[in-house]
Nanobody
Framework: QVKLVESGGGLVQPGGSLRLSCAAS????????MGWYRQTPGQERELVAQ???????NYSGAVEGRFTISRDSAHNSVYLQMDNLKSEDTAVYYC???????????????WGQGTQVTVSS
């Protein structure tokens, strides 16, 4: 059973910073991609950032230049450093990963439970 556990959300003032963490555990053969999505009430979940094969990164235009994604493959973890936060960054942030849980299984998508980020003065 694969599980993603996030941490690091909270309340921060505009212009502040937060760092989200996500660790994958369980039966893991390989992880090809890890990333972060976010969702606000009534809206679809949207991609924030992702890292493929350890070093290829992709950011949404709304966060590029302010957020930095990084991955620690040795610990099956991914991080999101969020700087210069704005009120429009307020959302529930979800960790996402494409994981192969055994050599004879294809990659499957897994999601964390979500962590709330609120940017407000």
């Amino acid at each position: 059973q694969v599980k993603l556990v996030e941490s690091g959300g909270g309340l921060v003032q505009p212009g502040g910073s937060l760092r989200l963490s996500c660790a994958a555990s369980g039966a893991i053969t390989s992880i090809t991609m890890m990333g972060w999505y976010r969702q606000t009430p009534g809206q679809e979940r949207e991609l924030v950032a992702q890292v493929v094969s350890d070093h290829i990164t992709n950011y949404s235009g709304a966060v590029e230049g302010r957020f930095t994604i990084s991955r620690d493959s040795a610990h099956n973890s991914v991080y999101l450093q969020m700087d210069n936060l704005k009120s429009e960054d307020t959302a529930v942030y979800y960790c996402h990963a494409m994981i192969q849980s055994s050599p004879w299984q294809p990659n499957r998508p897994y999601w964390g439970q979500g962590t709330q980020v609120t940017v407000s003065s």
